[in-house]
T-cell receptor, first 115, second 110 residues
Framework: AQSVTQLDSHVSVSEGTPVLLRCNYS??????LFWYVQHPNKGLQLLLK??????LVKGINGFEAEFKKSETSFHLTKPSAHMSDAAEYFC?????????????FGKGTKLSVKP | DGGITQSPKYLFRKEGQNVTLSCEQN?????MYWYRQDPGQGLRLIYY???????QKGDIAEGYSVSREKKESFPLTVTSAQKNPTAFYLC?????????FGPGTRLTVT
């Protein structure tokens, strides 16, 4: 069965410092992995995606993530946090070849950015 | 300007009443989805539809119903049988693996 675990429910950083949001997945198949961001009372916006091409994926707003098969991880990073990065972030796994394209969501990590 | 619209943004209902949430997309996507979001639980799939006039139950379909009469529209009805209907509801559509989300409807039932 496929699953995804976000290791921290809440991460707090200071503006200008690095961001690390951790995600581990479990999949019997070759996974596709996504990171979505959600600002309060808004829908989800795709940050980046991994679909079996390059293992280091660059996304919007300076975020990137590295797919590490040996560690079953897909951690999200950003070198320097900005106040506007404060939001909730979801790691998502989908099985390639799934007929319905269903996503399996992690429970989310709330990122706080202190001035 | 393509996208997904959900209306209304906030919805209030009395317990025992059915309520229908609207979801419309002009992205020409075949597949559409409804999710429920509760604090600390991520998103859970209620129903999905891969094509007009066809839909399947997701993980938490009990107390909900949907229809897919048009490609652009996928309304969700929250029935009185749903035990805890107060939540944030998100609609999405997809082409391939990537899903695109609407802005959500926050439903409060008292």
């Amino acid at each position: 069965a496929q699953s995804v675990t976000q290791l921290d429910s809440h991460v707090s950083v200071s503006e200008g410092t690095p961001v690390l949001l951790r995600c581990n997945y479990s999949s019997s198949y070759s996974p596709s992995l996504f990171w979505y961001v959600q600002h309060p009372n808004k829908g989800l916006q795709l940050l980046l995606k991994y679909t079996s091409a390059a293992t280091l994926v660059k996304g919007i707003n300076g975020f990137e993530a590295e797919f590490k098969k040996s560690e079953t991880s897909f951690h999200l990073t950003k070198p320097s946090a900005h106040m506007s990065d404060a939001a909730e972030y979801f790691c998502v796994v989908i099985v390639n070849g799934g007929s319905q394209g269903n996503l399996i969501f992690g429970k989310g990590t709330k990122l706080s950015v202190k001035p | 300007d393509g996208g997904i619209t959900q209306s209304p943004k906030y919805l209030f209902r009395k317990e025992g009443q059915n309520v229908t949430l609207s979801c419309e997309q002009n992205l020409n996507h075949d597949a559409m989805y409804w999710y429920r979001q509760d604090p600390g639980q991520g998103l859970r799939l209620i129903y999905y539809s891969q094509i007009v006039n066809d839909f399947q139950k997701g993980d938490i379909a009990e107390g909900y119903s949907v229809s897919r009469e048009k490609k652009e529209s996928f309304p969700l009805t929250v029935t009185s049988a749903q035990k805890n209907p107060t939540a944030f509801y998100l609609c999405a559509s997809s082409i391939g693996l990537e899903q695109y989300f609407g802005p959500g409807t926050r439903l409060t039932v008292t």
